[in-house]
Nanobody, 124 residues
């Protein structure tokens, strides 16, 4: 069983940056794929970014390419999402997730564990 706890969310002005962290406990995540999804008010949850178990394969949603960077530190059992040049439309609850398969994927159904989420609010 893996527990995931996100942190780093908050209120930022448009054009600003935030770095989200997701700390895992219960077991190592070094063989798991990890990802980030987000859900804005009144909208469905959407894929943001994912990294496979080795870090050698990374995917981003088109809407965040060039602005967001996902990374992992297996020694710390933690993943990160660096978000630069934020826009009001990036406002959402951001969720961290883990996939036992080890394969990075944009499908939420492939992820076995989810965190509780952290709120990101970008003001204009």
């Amino acid at each position: 069983q893996v527990q995931l706890v996100e942190s780093g969310g908050g209120l930022v002005q448009a054009g600003g940056s935030l770095r989200l962290s997701c700390a895992a406990s219960g077991r190592t995540i070094s063989d798991y794929a990890m990802g980030w999804f987000r859900q804005a008010p009144g909208k469905e949850r959407e894929f943001v970014a994912a990294v496979n178990w080795s870090g050698g394969r990374i995917y981003y949603a088109d809407s965040v390419k060039g602005g967001f960077t996902i990374s992992r530190d297996n020694l710390k059992n933690t993943i990160y999402l660096q978000m630069n040049n934020l826009h009001p439309e990036d406002t959402a609850v951001y969720y961290c997730n883990a996939a036992r398969s080890g394969r990075a994927t944009m499908s939420s159904r492939e992820y076995n564990y989810w965190g509780q989420g952290t709120q990101v609010t970008v003001s204009s």
